[in-house]
């Protein structure tokens, strides 16, 4: 079993920073780690893709330039830093693995581990 754990949520002003984590009871052959994001009313939309086998990222284009995801191979933890966050960044975010070798883009139907979720406030 896989179990995926998300914290660093919280609310900041327009143009501030926030770094997620989420940690991982263990990846196996989930190599494919993403982080989603739902806004209320709204369809949970992919941010950010990390295969971290060979470090392949993939951002979407509302995200790119201002988050960034990374692996700790030590702690075994996939983050995401935020810097100068908009008020339509506000969402639940949550941390999702899958095991396909593709790592990029896709909808959150294909994965199959997700985290409980952490929330994300930016006022302006």
């Known amino acids: 079993l896989v179990q995926l754990v998300e914290s660093g949520g919280g609310s900041v002003q327009a143009g501030g920073t926030l770094r997620l984590s989420c940690a991982a009871s263990?990846?196996?052959?989930?190599?494919?780690m993403a982080w989603f994001r739902q806004a209320p009313g709204k369809e949970r939309e992919g941010v950010a893709y990390?295969?971290?086998?060979?470090?392949?990222?993939y951002y979407a284009d509302s995200v790119k330039g201002r988050f960034t995801i990374s692996h700790d191979n030590v702690k075994d933890i996939v983050s995401l830093e935020m810097h100068d966050l908009m008020p339509e960044d506000t969402a639940m975010y949550y941390c999702?693995?899958?095991?396909?070798?593709?790592?990029?883009?896709?909808?959150?139907?294909?994965?199959?581990?997700w985290g409980q979720g952490t929330q994300v406030t930016v006022s302006s």
């Open positions: 263990e990846y196996g052959y989930n190599t494919c």
């Open positions: 999702a693995a899958r095991s396909a070798r593709w790592c990029g883009g896709e909808t959150y139907r294909l994965f199959f581990h």
């Open positions: 990390l295969e971290i086998t060979d470090g392949t990222s």
